[in-house]
């Protein structure tokens, strides 16, 4: 390596430095790897190898997988929810070191405590952190309105369908106004028109508020309909990044904007071909 | 023309009626009538039958026990009957021991319950929330449960003596473990996805208690503290049997039984099953006051 190289490499360095301290990425993954002790299984188990990628701000990546790659647990890391074993995981610039307010994660289940009104379960994480009870009611009322459940603020969760229960799920995880937004297979477990639904609703919002956001899915068709970018993972357990595809569908589209579109069927195509080379691999081992 | 609609409706139900409207004959679907063609008597019985029919085997019973008695089909100097029980208990609550007896055990009772809520409470969330706790006493709690507990008795009165403390201990040893148990089940139970959303809104600790374990693990809590109730009265009864000093229903009842006054002991067994049924009927307006989400 000559000098020349190395200055450029520092200087390159310092560039992702600066990068991070204005805030243009919003996660930052340098080669992390993610495991915990399985107590099922009685031994360590490396659910995530090696992984780098990273989040610009304003923009919506999607992590996609085969079930049980990790990227659940990847997300349960990036919010601070486990920690990751090796390398740098930054939100925002800093380092992840425990659970934090600035990450909030939406959950596959809707999670609503079943004895709190809608309200109360998206005023929830404010409540905790003892914001005074005027902002409260203010930033609760404008999320309720976000995704259309002003009408159902009083009702409990087990009175909403499961796609409003969802809507209250974005909702709560919105009304902290996180610099970073989790996903985790937010809609997999609803009917496909209220997915889709849903979808459209994501990206409005997401317009509207410039949200930066994290999802995972198994879905390659979600994800291209709804991402900017799309990372791909390998089989579990200890799965590597196979590789990553940018999505030059569009700003503010809607879902079936992203299905008409001329590349939609070839970008689709290319994911799942992304994804059937890691699961040939893995096979082969 | 509108009252033979009715009529024909009443009649048949759920099938073509014809009716002749403005001259000619039209064919036209009439839904079922409304009380699936039951008047409204044999609705209300319907309505009222789970109480007539329970009620009906507690007079049958009652009827029979009274019958064999007067027609000394039975000694009614072991069986007593029921109007002369219903006379023992008339005369029994105007007494000055009657409430003396309730005082007793009625406060031996609500102490050893007390005292179990406290101890099985703290101990079962602990045990529920952290799994180290829970390895700690697993065995520990699993044996003593397992235990005849009621054995006990000779030794604790070896221990506190004739007298209240004794029913207190009972109490407790029988009351805590439904208790600690139903507790430690309730909050291994809560919700995972609802624990991970609390904590990664960054709940501390003490949050995550009020907000998310203590309401979530609360419908177990509550059948733990019903079968609690249950054995804690079996709890008191058997200590004063055993180690009543001068009253208490439990030591009434064993100075009847030796007098051979059935009369009495059924009466004493009378007031100890309305002491059950008003602490399950305070502890099920708790629940309704905790669970109103439910139903609304």
Not at chain 1, 161 to 181: E, I
Not at chain 1, 195 to 218: A, N, P
Not at chain 2, 46 to 61: D, H, K, Q, S, T
Request: charged share 20%; aromatic share 6%.
């Amino acid at each position: 390596m000559t000098i020349a190289d190395t200055s450029r490499s520092l200087s390159l360095e310092a560039a992702a430095d600066r990068q991070s301290l204005d805030g243009k990425l919003k996660l930052q993954a340098d080669d992390v790897s993610i495991g915990y002790f399985s107590e099922r299984r009685g031994s360590y188990f490396e659910a995530m190898h090696s992984l780098s990628f990273s989040v610009a701000d304003e923009s919506l990546v999607a992590l996609i997988g085969p079930s049980g790659c990790g990227k659940s647990t990847f997300l349960r890391a990036v919010c601070g929810l486990l920690p990751h074993q090796y390398g740098d995981l930054r939100v925002d610039g800093s380092m992840v070191s425990g659970p934090r307010a600035d990450c909030s994660l939406v959950f596959q289940s809707p999670a609503l405590l079943p004895w709190r009104t809608v309200e109360r379960n998206v005023s929830y994480g404010l409540e905790l952190r003892k914001v005074p009870k005027q902002e409260i009611k203010q930033i609760t009322g404008e999320m309720l309105n976000m995704v259309g459940l002003t009408k159902f603020a009083d009702r409990y969760p087990h009175q909403l369908s499961g796609g409003m229960q969802q809507r209250a799920n974005l909702a709560r995880a919105l009304a902290n106004q996180p610099v970073l937004l989790l996903m985790d297979e937010p809609f997999s477990a609803l009917d496909p028109q209220t997915r889709d639904r849903l979808g459209d609703e994501l990206l409005r919002i997401r317009e509207l508020t410039k949200q930066t956001i994290l999802m995972v899915t198994h879905q390659v068709d979600e994800a291209v309909a709804l991402a900017d970018k799309v990372v791909v993972l390998s089989h579990g357990p200890g799965s590597v990044k196979t590789g990553e595809m940018d999505i030059p569908l569009g700003r503010g589209r809607t879902v079936e904007d992203s299905r008409h579109h001329k590349s939609y069927g070839s970008l689709v195509r290319s994911l799942r071909e992304m994804l059937a080379e890691s699961a040939a691999e893995e096979d082969a081992d | 023309m509108s009252d033979t609609l009715h009529a024909s409706r009443a009649a048949i139900g759920g099938t073509v009626v014809t009716v002749a409207a403005r001259g000619e004959q039209t064919k036209r679907v009439v839904p079922p009538p409304r009380q699936g063609g039951m008047s409204s008597a044999q609705l209300r019985y319907r309505r009222a039958e789970p109480v007539l029919l329970g009620v009906l085997c507690l007079v049958i019973v009652l009827v029979a026990w009274q019958v064999s008695s007067d027609a000394g089909w039975v000694n009614k100097l072991f069986v007593s009957s029921p109007t002369s029980v219903a006379r023992q208990l008339g005369h029994y609550v105007t007494t000055h021991q009657f409430w003396l007896d309730l005082e007793t055990t009625g406060v031996t009772f609500l102490e050893g319950l007390g005292l179990s809520l406290v101890v099985g409470l703290i101990l079962g969330l602990a045990m529920g929330f952290s799994k180290r706790i829970g390895y700690f006493f697993d065995y520990a709690v699993s044996l003593s449960y397992a235990a005849p507990r009621i054995a006990l008795v000779p030794i604790l009165i070896l221990w506190f003596g004739i007298g209240r403390t004794t029913g207190v201990a009972m109490v407790f040893l029988l009351a805590v473990f439904p208790i600690i148990i139903n507790t430690m089940t309730g909050v291994q139970n809560v919700d995972a996805t609802v624990l991970e959303m609390a904590r990664s809104q960054k709940a501390s600790t003490v949050q995550l208690f009020r907000t998310v374990i203590i309401p979530g693990s609360l419908p177990s809590v509550i059948s733990g503290i019903r079968l609690a109730i249950g054995n804690g009265l079996i709890g008191v009864i058997v200590a004063e049997f055993l180690a009543g000093s001068s009253a208490g229903l439990g030591y009434t009842m064993q100075q009847a039984a030796q007098q051979f006054d059935a009369a009495q002991l059924f009466a004493g067994l009378i007031v100890i099953s309305v002491l059950g049924l008003i602490a399950t009927q305070i502890l099920r307006m708790v629940e309704r006051h905790f669970q109103g989400w439910r139903t609304s």
